[in-house]
């Protein structure tokens, strides 16, 4: 599966993806509504049940449905709604408990058991406070919400989401997967990820290199988030990025102490 090809689909023996009709700028191909089930075992767990689509919803229980499959939880990365929308609809609809993003609170290092299977949560603030991902430890697979992606870099969602949090949560994720904990990536959005150490030391430069670019930016005359924005990232984005990189921005300059004038002290 590549990045150009992801359409969901079966990734491991535990896990298949439902890929939701939202594509765009910000979600790649779509958003990834990941469901979890033991084999052998009736019960699954459905993370990221995805945007408010009744097709989409009725996709995801015909999914979850096979074999005679029945949804048990309803397990939430974060709250955006391009991953919660259904969150709703899908609890009304099977009465499996929601967790996460609002709804029951998620613990760092709790073990979720759904008929047989063990999903471990993880808390991976950073691209928003509330951000977790769950991890299966019978595959070393890590299901990331958007803290990383299948392609590209994910937003941070300032002030709700900071720079100084994302880097703690990757060194997080590095050290599990050194210690083999981690071996693979299931992302909220785009292609699984096959090389996760290399992905996530990426990540973490790309990080440094654009606090680096963003003082460059002050230092050399910007005076303003917009100025900034032009200056490390070029003039000629789209709205949707360029919105989605003032907020980064925002979150960069926090990060380094640095405050423009008309930004919030």
């Not at 989409?56 to 048990?72: F, M, S």
Request: include cysteine.
């Amino acid at each position: 599966m590549t990045a150009t090809t992801w359409t969901g689909g079966r990734l491991s023996a535990r896990g298949s993806c439902v890929l939701a009709p939202n594509p765009g700028v910000m979600t790649l191909e779509g958003t990834n509504t990941w469901l979890l089930r033991e084999p052998g075992s009736t019960e699954v767990a459905v993370v990221d049940p995805g945007p408010d689509d009744a097709g989409h919803l009725e996709r995801v229980l015909t999914a979850a449905g096979a074999d005679g499959g029945r949804v048990a939880v309803v397990l939430l990365t974060h709250h955006h709604r391009d991953h919660t929308g259904a969150a709703g609809a899908l609890a009304a609809r099977t009465g499996a408990p929601v967790h996460g993003a609002g709804h029951r609170p998620l613990a760092d290092g709790e073990t979720l058991e759904v008929g047989g299977l063990a999903v471990q949560v993880l808390a991976t603030p950073g691209h928003t406070a509330d951000s977790v991902s769950f991890l299966l430890p019978s595959e070393g697979l890590l299901l990331t919400g958007d803290t990383v992606l299948g392609r590209g870099t994910t937003v941070l969602a300032w002030p709700d989401g900071t720079v100084g949090d994302y880097l703690r949560t990757v060194d997080t994720l590095l050290a599990a997967v050194r210690d083999g904990r981690v071996t693979r990536l299931a992302p909220g959005h785009g292609p699984p990820v096959e090389d996760p150490a290399g992905v996530l030391t990426a990540l973490r430069q790309h990080r440094v290199e654009r606090l680096q670019e963003v003082r460059a930016a002050v230092q050399g005359g910007a005076d303003d988030v917009d100025e900034v924005v032009t200056a490390v990232y070029g003039p000629h984005l789209g709205a949707d990025r360029r919105r989605a990189a003032a907020l980064s921005v925002r979150a960069q300059l926090d990060h380094l102490g640095i405050v423009l004038e008309g930004e919030p002290a």
